[in-house]
């Protein structure tokens, strides 16, 4: 079989592993992927949003399935595109997708469909929105409505903070045309749990948990995410199974009843709270970091579960039982501007899994390009191994404008 992975991040280098992995498949290419995939898969200079250069090389290649890593490749309708053409593509639908690309839109299917979730309000006004947040309670959360590259949401411990992301996201559009949801602040362990989806079946991934802040002790500015880790020992079987029935079951049952069936990933950014599980958000597609700690442990064929899931077919999921850790190397500066075309070396001598987030290379040389740049993983027995593992690799890395965050993992293993 001949596989096309859309995307040129960890999540794709991750993706792209995994069906290497499968005895189903001899060729992979990548659109646009990057400097590390390149190793594994094919890589074709086409831009995620360039659909229908996307379906065109799926048509003359002759591919047999296609898997979408990033969410702005599904909001230009790349599933729907390549639906229409008869090609066969892992992924939802531009209107499926809308859980991830309007905030408000989740919302409101959660309310629909009795899914707990934090209390909200939306708002496009910037002077209604402050007396909102004057007159409720702090810390609250403040969310662009619409797609900000995992850098939409500020966590406002004071209302200074409040009010310069409002500005930032109402009056100077930092993201685009501003909209916001404001939320309420839910207490709690936060944990990913991706399912794979075809319309009323679900099929649960391994949990994992993700760590947003930029800086050690969970300081600093929200970022795409700055590491990893699976399993997640505090949130046992009976939560995970309160959350299928309770949130991913609901949300994909109600979207196949109102005529909008989603087919791909769901993946819900989770909290434990005192009442139980509940929802922080929905993204339609895989996690990053979150799938270069999941991925590795799938012990089952990936391309066969996408395929069952395509054709609505059951599929019993193995997993491995090791733990895998990772921890994302990132540019200084981000997420603000950071400097590009660093020189990284060391990689050689790395001997566990490495996934190239935001790399290039140049005159053969391996230079940063990217926000995020790499993200270095561990594995073992336990959490604690794994974490020794990583750390012990993230030494051999040498870029000095790079920089880690030491304690991921912390809320799991004794650092």
């Known amino acids: 079989m001949k596989a096309l992975v859309i995307g040129s991040g960890g999540r794709e280098h991750a993706i792209v592993e995994a069906l290497s992995r499968s005895p189903q498949v001899n060729k992979i290419y990548c659109a646009p992927g990057n400097a590390g995939i390149s190793k594994l898969a094919e890589c074709v200079n086409i831009g995620v949003t360039d659909i229908e250069a996307l379906a065109d090389f799926a048509e003359r290649e002759n591919i047999d399935m296609t898997v979408v890593g990033p969410e702005a490749a599904l ?19 531009k209107e499926a997708a809308r859980i991830e ?14 899914v707990p979730t934090a209390g909200y309000r939306a708002f496009d006004n910037y002077d209604e929105a402050i007396a909102y947040v004057k007159a409720g309670k702090i810390p609250t959360v403040i969310k662009y409505d619409g797609l900000a590259a995992g850098k939409g949401v500020v966590v406002a411990m004071s209302l200074e903070e409040a009010d310069a992301a409002l500005k930032d996201m109402l009056l100077d559009s930092s993201f685009g045309k501003g909209r916001v949801v404001i939320e309420d602040f839910l207490e709690g362990p936060e944990f990913s749990f991706m399912c794979v989806v075809s319309g009323n079946k679900i099929y649960p991934l391994e949990l994992a948990q993700d760590h947003k802040r930029a800086y050690d002790g969970d300081k600093g500015p929200n970022t795409g995410g700055m590491g990893a880790y699976s399993p997640v020992p505090f949130i046992g079987e009976e939560v995970k199974q ?13 979207l196949v009843n109102e005529g909008n069936p989603f087919t791909g990933i769901l ?5 434990l709270t005192e009442d139980g599980p509940k929802v922080i958000e929905f993204n339609a597609r895989f996690g990053d970091p979150e799938t270069e700690v999941v991925l590795p442990r799938l012990k089952s064929d990936i391309y066969a579960l ?8 059951d599929f019993e999921i193995e ?6 850790l990772g921890v994302v190397l990132a540019s200084k500066g981000y997420p603000g501007s950071y400097e590009k075309g660093v020189e990284i070396k060391g990689l050689e001598d790395v001997e566990t899994s490495v996934y190239h987030m935001g790399t290039a290379l140049k005159d053969r040389k391996l230079l940063t390009a990217g926000g995020r740049v790499l993200m270095v993983t561990g594995k073992g027995a336990t959490l604690e191994e794994a974490h020794k593992s990583a750390m012990k690799s ?11 965050r030491s304690d991921i993992g912390k809320a799991a293993v004794k650092i």
């Open 319 to 324: 997993w491995d039982n090791e733990a895998v």
């Open 101 to 114: 690309s309007s905030k408000e839109y989740a919302k409101q299917v959660m309310e629909r469909f009795n």
């Open 306 to 313: 996408f395929d069952a899931a395509l054709k609505g077919e």
């Open 267 to 271: 993946y819900g950014g989770l909290i």
């Open 394 to 404: 993230l030494a051999k890395i040498e870029c000095p404008s790079l920089f880690h």
């Open 242 to 254: 309160r959350a299928l029935k309770e949130i991913m079951e609901p949300v994909a049952k109600g």
């Open 75 to 93: 909001a230009a309708g790349v599933v729907n595109l390549f639906n229409e053409r008869g090609l066969k593509i892992f992924g939802p639908t």
